[in-house]
């Protein structure tokens, strides 16, 4: 084990501490994007590269750190990770123009890769499989609460101070989390291997010249410069699937996906993240602008989502542990395909008592997904290959809102334009129901997307079965 067995539970304390932590920080910084954009004279379009290069850079160090944290042990990894987003968020305080707050940003980002690419690792390694989706649920509660307090703690801090102080915030909760992992874990276990170096920068090549050409996709349109950073991403991809066959020590192993319940597993955390991020996008301008609620009253009705994630994620982590953990998983995936399907029935006129309970219902059934998708995903893989696989699942979770809020905005814009006979970039206030129109086309694809994902665990549940028994 990772974690001395009298210790692993504070071990699991730090783990949920940095969770904590980087989702309160993530929620936060969205709520202060127009405040910042203002104190430092940049436009808000450009704010906005504080999101995605934060997404672009932590996506594209997963594997290599999850790599780094099989071959020198994930333990030291997650402590070396969470030293660095704390030195980020210090750096990120300091109010020393938009260039420093960018570096700010890039080097939290890294700690965080470092991080979240070993948790669930550390978590895998330390806990046997009969308490394994508790530990994961626990996380899952703290992330949780992390979504929950961030646009009320960001509010709150803006309302008394200014918004470097926001950034310090991390400071006290990085302490407590580094402070318990120095005390409850060891550093693992090294193995003797070398490093993939060709194969990490090929594949950070591929993933950000691929974000990036996403991004500026989303406001330019296919130009010379968007498709020549298509076109190497795609090159860097090719590249990095040639050298993966005849690397000895290859940074991501294709072999791991030989393993159908992983690869099946990864899937689903894919095909589910990419439709809960068709919600986050579209939500805020349907209750904002289609119905004309106030920042206030929309932000505590989108907090109902996180808010069910806190109380059923504990719940699906302990049913995975009692019942087949697939099907535990498959159950939470039907609860997300009624709640995306729910929201197609939404108009102009819908009662915000039908918002609710739709939700709620989505609410609920990502809580009692996650745990058990986690458990499952990490259960299957080698004990050798713990960090490649955690950040394999990082990955796909990241993927999947990358490409779901690219998806979502790309309908739905496409949508409104195509009934207008002209492009359309915003909210068409004169014609709300265009907005509503591409809305329901968007959830509608969300809802495939999540039906897919039914499926494929579906197919994973007898073999969840047999897994366990031969185990």
Known sequence: MEIAASKRWWALTALGFFAFMTNLDG?????????????????????????????????????????????????????????????????????????????????????????????????????????????????????????????????????????????????????????LALWAMGNGRPQQSAFDWLGAAAQALAIGAGFWSLNLLQTQGLTPAVLGLLITAAAALLFFWWWDHRSQNS??????????????????VFFVF??????????????EDALGLGPGTAGALLTL?????????PLGGVMADRYNTAAV?????????????????????????AFVVITVMLGIGSGIFQSPIGDLVMSVADSTQ?????????????????????????????????????????FPAAHPAWFISGMHLAMGIATVL????AVVLGLTVPRWRVFRQAG
Request: proline fraction near 4%; avoid cysteine.
């Open 27 to 179: 929620s936060v910084v969205s709520v202060a994007v127009p405040v910042m954009a203002k104190s430092l004279a940049v436009p808000a379009s450009q704010m906005v590269w504080l999101t995605s290069v934060y997404l672009i850079v932590l996506t594209a160090l997963l594997l290599p750190f999850g790599k780094l944290g099989d071959l020198i042990g994930k333990p030291r990894i997650f402590k070396w990770g969470t030293a660095g987003f704390i030195l980020g968020s210090v750096m990120a305080g300091i109010d020393l123009g938009f260039a420093f707050l960018m570096v700010g940003r890039i080097v939290q980002a890294t700690g965080a890769a470092m991080t979240l690419a070993n948790t669930y690792g550390i978590v895998t390694a330390s806990f046997p499989a009969r308490e394994r989706g508790k530990a994961m649920g626990f996380v899952g509660t703290f992330v949780a609460l992390g979504s929950v307090a961030g646009p009320a703690v960001g509010g709150m801090v803006l309302a008394v101070a200014e918004w470097p102080v926001l950034f310090w915030i991390n400071v006290p909760f990085g302490l407590v989390a580094l402070g």
């Open 274 to 287: 990419m439709a809960q991020f068709f919600t986050t996008v579209l939500m805020p301008f349907y209750l």
């Open 386 to 426: 713990l960090g490649v696989a955690g950040s394999v699942n990082a990955l796909a979770r990241n993927l999947g809102m990358v490409a779901g809020t690219s998806a979502a905005t790309t309908t739905l814009f496409t949508r409104m334009s195509t009934l207008a006979g002209r492009r359309i970039t915003t």
């Open 251 to 268: 940074l991501m192993p294709l072999t791991i996906f030989h393993n159908r319940l992983f690869s099946m597993g990864v899937l689903s």
């Open 450 to 453: 999540v039906l897919a994902a």
């Open 329 to 353: 998983a498959l159950s939470g995936v039907l609860l997300i395909a009624l709640g995306s399907a729910g929201y197609l029935l939404l108009g102009l006129h819908s009662s915000l008592w």
């Open 305 to 313: 989502y996180p808010l069910m994630m806190v109380f059923f994620a």
